[in-house]
């Protein structure tokens, strides 16, 4: 599984920018602020329509602009694909395969998968639970459609919830069109419960390998799905937090709120954990992404590295670039010393700079 080639029309800083891609590893280098990173989230939406770092659509056309798009050729199992992303502001994302359009974002996934590794994910641990709730959506809406679906379904039934609380506020009346939306969220949610359970169970196994082997050995790592509430006691836990939630204007429970812990040795990476201890086991997680998805399509997914050799020693750049010999990779950096100092052979280069892209 490979992404071919990338066009790009008034996405972020770029008003017209075409690239193809080897097989191995990309590199794009140069200054900051000259468009590295745009090009890697521009792979990333046309895998999976969102972007990596959960920008609006409006927010990513370019300044002065009412239309962006993406168009990016993807090829697995031999054969190629043409993926179209189209953002509109104030209008909700035109999607297409082959020129066919399609009307969710779910029917676009499995044409590429992508594992995206950046320096806001070594810091996951530091931050708060929408982060760590952030890793679980992006992996598991490449691997199931039916949870990206559930999940888009869950939030359109949350907003309205919350709506309606507002609502109430001014008109009590309607607090019996409540349970409408209460059925929506424990239909929808208790699949997402479920998914990101199982996910975890997946994923226990292969991390903690990668994180043995990081540590030689030294710590032993354990991930812990912790759900707002089970999938069994949801619905009452909505009928039990009610009277909060009146108060509040807002849903108090429910996946929306799930967090994910991790453990080192049976204490809280979060809480305790050093920030050399925080770097691997977020290295272990991206690397253990990788493994699972082979596990599961039986294909390897494109790699993208933005800017995170600078932030990891010598011990783990190498244990990272070793994980990239059968893996297609584009990769930022600021430098390419860094970068060649550890794998100098085998590389295809990028110049960026000034929103222009060169192939030296």
Same mark, same amino acid.
Request: hydrophobic letters at 35%; one cysteine or more; charged letters at 30%.
């Given at each position: 599984?490979?992404?071919?080639?990338?066009?790009?029309?008034?996405?972020?800083?770029?008003?017209?920018?075409?690239? @193809?891609?080897?097989?191995?590893?990309?590199?794009?280098?140069?200054?900051? %602020?000259?468009?590295?990173?745009?090009?890697?989230?521009?792979?990333?939406?046309?895998? &999976?329509?969102?972007?990596?770092?959960?920008?609006?659509?409006?927010?990513?056309?370019?300044?002065?602009?009412?239309?962006?798009?993406?168009?990016?050729?993807?090829?697995?199992?031999?054969? @190629?694909?043409?993926?179209?992303?189209?953002?509109?502001?104030?209008?909700?994302?035109?999607?297409?395969?082959?020129?066919?359009?399609?009307?969710?974002?779910? $029917?676009?996934?499995?044409?590429?998968?992508?594992?995206?590794?950046?320096?806001?994910?070594?810091?996951?641990?530091?931050?708060?639970?929408?982060?760590?709730?952030?890793?679980?959506?992006?992996?598991?809406?490449?691997?199931?459609?039916?949870?990206?679906?559930n999940l888009t379904d869950?939030?359109? %039934?949350?907003?309205?919830?919350?709506?309606?609380?507002?609502?109430?506020?001014?008109?009590?009346?309607?607090?019996? &069109?409540?349970?409408?939306?209460?059925?929506?969220?424990?239909?929808?949610?208790?699949?997402?419960?479920?998914?990101?359970?199982?996910?975890?169970?997946?994923?226990?196994?292969?991390?903690?390998?990668?994180?043995?082997?990081?540590?030689?050995?030294?710590?032993?790592?354990?991930?812990?799905?912790?759900?707002?509430?089970?999938?069994?006691?949801?619905?009452?836990?909505?009928?039990?937090?009610?009277?909060?939630?009146?108060?509040?204007?807002? @849903?108090?429970?429910?996946?929306?709120r799930d967090d994910l812990?991790?453990?080192?040795?049976?204490?809280?990476?979060?809480?305790?954990?050093?920030?050399?201890?925080?770097?691997?086991?977020?290295?272990?997680?991206?690397?253990?992404?990788?493994?699972?998805?082979?596990?599961?399509?039986?294909?390897?997914?494109?790699?993208?590295?933005? $800017?995170?050799?600078?932030?990891?020693?010598?011990?783990?750049?190498?244990?990272?670039?070793?994980?990239?010999?059968?893996?297609?990779?584009?990769? &930022?950096?600021?430098?390419?010393?860094?970068?060649?100092?550890?794998?100098?052979?085998?590389? @295809?280069?990028?110049?960026?700079?000034?929103?222009?892209?060169?192939?030296?």
């Open positions: 599984m490979v992404i071919k080639s990338l066009r790009l029309n008034n996405f972020r800083n770029y008003e017209e920018l075409e690239i @193809t891609f080897s097989d191995g590893v990309n590199i794009l280098f140069g200054d900051n %602020a000259q468009g590295k990173t745009n090009i890697l989230e521009a792979v990333f939406m046309a895998a &999976t329509t969102k972007s990596v770092r959960g920008s609006k659509d409006k927010d990513i056309i370019r300044f002065g602009q009412e239309e962006a798009h993406i168009s990016a050729v993807t090829e697995r199992d031999g054969m @190629t694909h043409k993926v179209d992303v189209h953002l509109r502001k104030g209008r909700a994302k035109g999607l297409a395969v082959d020129g066919i359009p399609i009307r969710r974002s779910a $029917d676009l996934l499995g044409l590429l998968h992508t594992v995206s590794f950046s320096p806001e994910d070594l810091s996951m641990m530091n931050n708060g639970p929408e982060e760590r709730r952030r890793f679980y959506d992006l992996e598991l809406c490449q691997l199931d459609k039916i949870y990206c679906s869950y939030n359109k %039934a949350l907003t309205q919830r919350n709506d309606l609380l507002k609502q109430i506020a001014d008109n009590s009346s309607l607090k019996d &069109t409540l349970e409408v939306w209460d059925d929506q969220l424990v239909k929808f949610g208790s699949y997402i419960i479920r998914a990101r359970k199982r996910f975890t169970e997946q994923l226990q196994p292969i991390v903690r390998a990668k994180h043995e082997s990081l540590t030689d050995g030294a710590e032993v790592l354990r991930l812990a799905y912790v759900p707002n509430c089970s999938e069994e006691d949801f619905r009452e836990a909505l009928k039990r937090n009610l009277e909060r939630d009146l108060i509040l204007k807002y @849903t108090s429970s429910g996946p929306h812990s991790l453990f080192i040795n049976e204490n809280d990476v979060r809480l305790f954990g050093s920030q050399g201890q925080k770097r691997t086991t977020a290295l272990a997680l991206k690397l253990s992404e990788i493994e699972l998805i082979r596990g599961v399509i039986r294909e390897t997914p494109v790699l993208l590295l933005d $800017d995170v050799l600078s932030e990891l020693d010598r011990n783990r750049q190498s244990r990272l670039l070793s994980e990239m010999e059968d893996v297609q990779t584009i990769v &930022t950096c600021t430098g390419m010393e860094e970068f060649v100092a550890c794998r100098p052979e085998g590389n @295809t280069v990028f110049k960026v700079s000034g929103n222009q892209v060169k192939r030296i």
